[in-house]
């Protein structure tokens, strides 16, 4: 993703706080947004209460507001319902008037006459610790856009969306239109990419002899991680048929090539189909090891009864004690 922007100063004991930069490629947005939106508060305090209020606090210790509807929403703490943050930015080039337009609406649509009667239409003047400031918050709303290109690493893409918008909040909306369009036609999460990484790397993974264990084993290694893909990412049956197939074909024996193609031929295995073909390659790998387990218990007792053979050899059979002395007295 790139390198780090400090805007926030922390005491040298403690780890700096940085908010996250961009490469501003799209298949990166959403990533980077989330990263974003968690590291929120990082930004200038004026920055950050801006982006949650739309709204500036003066040298005068006053609230800056855009308009009168912008002061009512505030003091009915409908701005604070309302969650604005960066993915969510306040709408400061509307000045608050569909939000106020839409709420009331909402209200009176719930039968909420208490509340429709403290946010009347049109909206009263504002409040002494209020004062209408558009000019304050274009100044806020143009420092949140410049913060946001100095997070951008690629000079291209930083040039890209300067040229788009003087505002802010229109560029965090720009963002989000970007990062929705990405992850719709082909960004995945960094879990889903790491998933297809390791099947990846088990589709790499050969037998190294005539073995059901190990040819289970990689199986198992494959499916595990298939099923965790989503539909679009997963090896289909057919994908997966060749895979199996190829695992025995990649042993260089052409017994067991034979011995799976008759299998399949006589039992009519559809091509395609998974469970057909496991039980194909489980069958010719069994029968195989079973025929090589019976040769070499019928070596071994070749071997045996050689030895047994040998030991009855009367040439080498030693003459019990007496025979010689009993062979002269007979001469």
Known sequence: MGSRKTFKQTPASETPQELPSWNGTQIDAPHWLRDLQAKGHLFDPDVAYFLHTGSVVTSAAKTAVTGKEHSALLQQGVIKQQNFDVRNPPPVDTGFERLHIDHRAALLRDGETAKLAALPSPPPDVPDHHVVAPDRIMQLDMKLRNNLLSLITARGRQ?????????????????????????????????????????????????TQISLTEFNEIRDSLEELNDQLDAVDRMTNTQLCDHYINLIYQLNSYAVRISLETNMTINKVPYGDVEQTLIAITQVLTALLISDECIAMEAEGDSAGRALQASRDPRKTPKPPGAQGLSLIHI
């Open 159 to 207: 040039r890209h969306y300067q040229e788009l918008t003087m505002s802010g909040c229109a560029l965090l909306l720009q963002f989000a239109v970007d990062a929705k369009s990405a992850t719709s036609a082909y960004v995945q999460s960094p879990h889903i990419r790491r998933l297809k990484a390791q099947l990846e790397e088990v589709k790499k993974l050969r037998m």
